[in-house]
């Protein structure tokens, strides 16, 4: 089978200049799904799928959810022996804000050469999922050109909803069980340890999110006539927040840790060979120690703790020049990474229970939930992950790892409860692709051995 | 000269609803100080006011200042015998925002009527200071229309920036001593206690403005691929600024109380016995409990102790719905009042120190300076004061009392420093006028009785 593969490989080499050219013209649909005004876009994004995969031969339809709409195709749908994978990838995209940051537009492609050599492909969505999910779409394509099939039975599942909650994927899974089951789902939405190391990531953080918003007086007071005597909410907001995690860096929250596992030494051991210093981790983004929990590397906090993040805060005068407002109100925006083990309502419960406790007379506390999922561990030891990692390791000349991943990827958790699958997390992004801020990219060497990689990999699953 | 004061008051009684027109045109002119594009709108507030008094027969002039101009008139020029006066007020307003909590646009000045019968003028700056500066002119109009000049020999100085740090009166004041001095500054920009209290204003409290910045990663982060290990911004700020004041609402900066005089317990009684109650003070913004330091009433931590205020933050995603960043840059402004007694730099030393000190490796703090000012107290024993509350007392047919108050007027140290002269606080506006806050309004009765109590006093001042 080496040299079924191999005519493929030499196809994807030969083509790649027409695979970024589609690529591009992906990336210049602006698809932000959190903003109700690009809605349009979200639909175009899905229709340029839709197009692409029926020319690939799929049977590939849109399909209408409550929010924006899903592309579901399919390959050999007659055919029913054989290995059969879902491929999932999301089409919408990150708001692009602050866009004053951004060197060129977020939405008109560019391939920039960096001071190292190495091409990058610059655009909104570049890594985030457009680049990525596109590396399983072009291997497909090789292989059809070459051998007029693909080696395994594919279908393919790409939501529009990824980057705003994604509160309509459930409900689709379920309501479609019998036509997206397949043996394993394949993600490509999870990147690299470094440049070189081919890796499958196999642990997952979960996420809640809140907002809280504190108010005391019944309007804006002026701080000569009030303060001091007046509660002022911003305090108070402060008070609570910066009180979550001790001077160690160890949320306080009573029942925090519980069910929280600590990864054995032996895994704690292959991570610290590839990262035998915290500089590799943070120094690339103007860090130098590591900020959290003490007793644990800077890898180790990202993969395998959970984390408290105040994502925004909010309250007063931020303008320029200086108003002695104090202010009737305050808002922040928090969440928490949670690893296997942690149960996000608790989680949850604990925070709202912390921030009320810390509000003294005259404050009103609200809150409003932005999302739960939890941590999830993908088995380490299936067939179908040992196939996948030697053909990386092939691919990339490094023998690849099970690495952890600090974000949250809900669609794992919600392919197995939904579709009873586990999940191959398998993706080539690098930390320094800037997914979700300014100037986001995505390497050209990642996106061409990415297609090589989905190539050999499923060359190996057809094997099996 | 009961019967010179007399005919003046009727007169101002026959030409209130004259007056009010003449306040509502200088309210329709939108000068907001700290904003540069009102600019031109502070020009043309001076140029209004110095129309005004050309009108009444001041030799007004407009003044160039690196900022926005202020505004000098001198009646009698020529005369040096007898009292001068040099009345002092600003014509800028603060910034609008938010301004979706006004009921009605802050420049169309409207008449409300309330469920209690009261009527009210809403706009900004109707009570601070426009329509508390205009019952002075409108009181030297009363007296020049019934006796074609007026009782004492006044100067005007209003300025435009006392909202927005004021830097410039101060080398303004020094430059032009010569021509400003006089025997005592009359400054109206305070108010009464309650509804039916004439009051001067004997001690006021100084302020030191500071922005601070917090910056850690060289960019936005995505927290699912940091969060934990790289250090939050608006973490370190809420740390930072939440252990200001401890449980008790004290402030912990070393240093801080030093100096400062807790007012006689004859004082205290005197204030206790106008505000029985924290209720008075806080129930009508909906607050029920004191804030401050214990062992204090509300009105006392307001008039006679120092404050510490959060008065604005910001950083990370303020908008609709939730972005899981990690921001790489938080800020806040913060504000103290300082009561006689401390040192402004010594203040501003010990909070930078105490912010720098929380700043773990990774994180960088700038700090800007908005603004300093001591707190003052107005002698209470001369000759003036003492005439000055009897006029009052006579207009209100209620005792006039000294009092203190929260708030910041710069000016009052800043002509006794570069004139040598010092100042009567006399102010007709009350807690509810919700000044620098949306639906600011100042009560028709004091705007009448304003004028009223001014002829009053400059009757009785020309009688010393």
Not at 31 to 51: E, G, N
Not at 157 to 173: D, H, Q, V
Not at 234 to 245: P, T
Not at 371 to 379: L, N
Request: charged share 20%.
């Amino acid at each position: 089978m080496a040299e079924v593969s191999d005519a493929v490989l030499t196809r994807v080499d030969q083509d790649l200049n027409e695979s970024l050219e589609r690529l591009f013209a992906f990336l210049r649909i602006p698809s932000i799904s959190a903003q109700p005004d690009h809605a349009q876009a979200c639909r175009l994004a899905a229709q340029w799928l839709c197009t692409e995969l029926s020319a690939l031969g799929f049977d590939a339809t849109i399909r209408e959810t409550p929010g924006h709409p899903m592309v579901v195709g399919h390959d050999r749908p007659e055919e029913a022996q054989g290995l059969h994978v879902l491929f999932y990838g999301h089409y919408d995209v990150q708001p692009t804000d602050p866009l004053s940051l951004w060197k060129s537009d977020p939405f008109a492609p560019s391939l920039v050469t960096g001071p190292d050599g190495r091409q990058v492909i610059v655009a909104r969505g570049a890594s985030d999922d457009k680049g990525q999910l596109m590396t399983f779409i072009e291997a497909c394509r090789a292989w059809r050109a070459v051998h007029g099939t693909l080696p395994v039975r594919v279908s393919v599942l790409i939501e529009g909803e990824e980057e705003s909650g994604g509160a309509n994927l459930m409900p689709f899974l379920k309501a479609n069980a019998d036509e997206l089951e397949a043996d394993v789902a394949l993600i490509c939405d999870t990147g690299m340890p470094d440049r070189r190391t081919p890796a499958i990531t196999t642990s997952l953080r979960g996420l809640v999110g809140e907002e809280v918003t504190i108010e005391c007086a019944t309007h804006d007071l002026h701080s000569g006539m009030f303060g001091n005597a007046a509660r002022n909410p911003i305090e108070l907001l402060c008070q609570a927040l910066g009180s979550v995690r001790d001077s160690e860096g160890r949320v306080t929250l009573p029942g925090f840790y519980d069910g929280v596992i600590v990864p054995s030494d032996s895994v704690r051991d292959q991570w610290r060979a590839i990262f035998p210093d915290d500089s590799l981790t943070l120094g690339p983004v103007g860090l130098s120690r590591a900020a959290g929990e003490a007793g644990f590397t800077a890898v180790e906090q990202i993969w395998a703790r959970p984390s408290y993040e105040i994502n925004g805060i909010s309250g007063g005068y931020e303008g320029d020049g200086f108003k002695t407002v104090l202010p009737a109100k305050a808002m922040a925006k928090v969440s928490f990474r949670l690893v296997p083990g942690q149960d996000p309502e608790a989680v949850r419960a604990a925070f709202r229970a912390h921030v009320r406790n810390a509000m003294p007379d005259d404050a009103r506390v609200t809150f409003s939930e932005h999302g739960a999922s939890s941590g999830f561990a993908v088995p380490e030891n299936g067939p179908l992950l040992k196939t996948a990692l030697d053909a990386l390791g092939k691919e990339w000349g490094v023998p690849a790892v099970s690495i952890g991943c600090g974000g949250s990827i809900p669609v794992v958790a919600e392919v197995k409860e939904a579709l009873d699958m586990d999940s191959l997390l398998i993706g080539f992004a690098q930390d320094d692709d800037r997914i979700h801020s300014p100037n986001e990219q995505y390497g050209v060497e990642s996106f061409h051995k990415g297609i090589r990689s989905w190539v050999r990999i499923l060359s190996a699953f057809s094997q099996l």
